[in-house]
């Protein structure tokens, strides 16, 4: 059997009619960036997650630079994160010539451990960004905490997580200043090309982030402040408005996929129950946990991941491919030990929690339309390996 990691093309399959009448409209429109299909979008949003301002940007990445330039960032500023995440993160702020500054992990989750915030805080903290990795949001109440009593702005990398909610109902991204989202093909919402959205309440961060989406220029080549093209096309926001109203939908099947991946390891006795941290003889695998489930909120997990820790887990991986399973590693290698941040001074050991997810996590297919014999024979393989 194949299990590929990701398969767009149910998706596209399902929507195609829909789809490709957005994509001929905007063809015929001529109308290629910006304009009413991204104004159009940027309203969705702001029903969707409940956020007062969206503005459509060229990515995730570009959303998280777009968000720093908004809150001025300078250099030798120095910005908190976790240090297990995408690379993008961690870049953004070196690129602006400030400082990243690295947090460890909570252990079940993965998410920036907010007691290990404060102590990393100085006189040149402008800002704290927690990524809401794999689908599942970070403790927001201590980190909204923290950056009140040290006056810190907070900018939420969301790329993995639009739509999810935090354990009061909010969804990621409209907690602190600044939210950002990607809507690379591979995410949860994911678009034909690049693309992003940045999300705020805050109507004068609105302004300025609207005025250095198009270089700064407002009236158009009068430029008091610097920018750059943080643009998304028209024909990226068309496709992501035809996606947008299932997208609850899809997170209910990952939701459900995540529920049968647990309950089979459970089952094979493999595990005895979810967020365990240590592998042991009764939990040779150890399962993820959603820490604000929540039935009436609905979006507690959105599983842009499944992500599970073994032992032997680069064998394990050789061993899926083999039987025709893709898996991913989300990530190798923290930003603490990687080559281009070795001037910042960290060592290894120093982030014990990211250090050991970095060696022994693994991400399962989990994309809606996956089977229930496409996941029961994922279990069945690795069972076949653990044991
Ligand atoms: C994907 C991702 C990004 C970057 O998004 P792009 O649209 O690929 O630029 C940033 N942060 C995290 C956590 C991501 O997963």
């Known amino acids: 059997m194949n299990v590929p990691l990701l398969d767009l093309k149910p998706q596209y399959n399902a929507l195609k009619t829909e789809i490709d009448e957005a994509l001929l409209r905007t063809a015929e429109s001529q109308y290629f960036i910006l304009g009413p299909e991204v104004k159009a979008l940027e309203k969705e949003f702001n029903e ?17 630079l ?35 500054v690295f947090a460890d ?3 079940v989750t993965f998410n920036i451990d907010p007691n290990d915030i404060e102590k990393r805080i100085t006189n040149k903290t402008k800002a704290i960004v927690p990524v809401h990795l794999y689908g599942q949001s970070a403790d927001m109440v201590p980190i909204m905490e923290i950056a009140k009593k040290y006056n810190l702005k907070v ?12 354990k009061d109902g909010r969804c990621v991204g409209v907690i602190g200043d600044i939210g950002c989202y990607s809507f690379f093909p591979s995410k ?30 407002k009236p158009k080549y009068h430029h008091k402040i610097i920018g750059g093209n943080f643009r998304l096309d028209a024909i990226q926001a068309a496709v992501i408005r035809v996606k947008l ?13 995540a529920e049968l991946y647990t309950k089979l390891f459970i089952e094979s006795d493999l595990a005895t129950e979810e967020g365990l941290t240590e592998i042991s003889a ?18 507690y997990h959105i599983y842009n991941q499944y992500v599970i820790r073994v032992e032997k887990r680069d064998e394990l991986r050789d061993y899926l491919t083999k039987a025709g399973i893709s898996s991913e590693i989300y990530y190798p290698i923290p930003f603490h030990m990687q080559e281009c ?9 120093e982030f014990p929690v990211a250090e050991n997810a970095a060696k022994s996590s693994v991400a399962l297919p989990i994309y809606p339309e996956l089977s229930n014999e496409q996941i029961s024979y994922v279990v069945e393989k690795i069972a076949e390996f653990v044991k």
Request: aromatic share 8%; charged share 20%.
């Open 48 to 64: 969707f997650l409940g956020s007062k301002h969206a503005i459509g940007v060229s990515s995730g990445t570009d959303a998280l």
């Open 66 to 100: 777009l968000a720093l330039m908004g809150i001025n960032l300078q250099p030798g500023d120095e910005v908190i994160m976790p240090t297990y995440s995408f690379f993008a993160t961690a870049g953004v702020v070196s690129r602006l010539n400030a400082v990243p």
């Open 105 to 107: 992990s909570d252990p």
């Open 155 to 166: 900018i939420e990398d969301g790329a993995q997580a639009i739509s999810t909610q935090y």
């Open 188 to 217: 949860n919402l994911g678009c034909f090309g690049d693309g992003g959205l940045v999300v705020t309440n805050d109507d004068n961060l609105e302004t300025l982030m609207r005025i250095q989406r198009v270089h700064g220029g």
């Open 245 to 257: 109203p299932h997208l609850n939908t899809w997170s209910e099947q990952r939701r459900q996929n």
């Open 282 to 299: 009764e939990n040779k695998v150890l399962l993820p946990k959603a820490v604000y489930k929540n039935v009436e909120l609905k979006n």
């Open 341 to 349: 941040f070795g001037n910042l001074g960290y060592k290894f050991g």
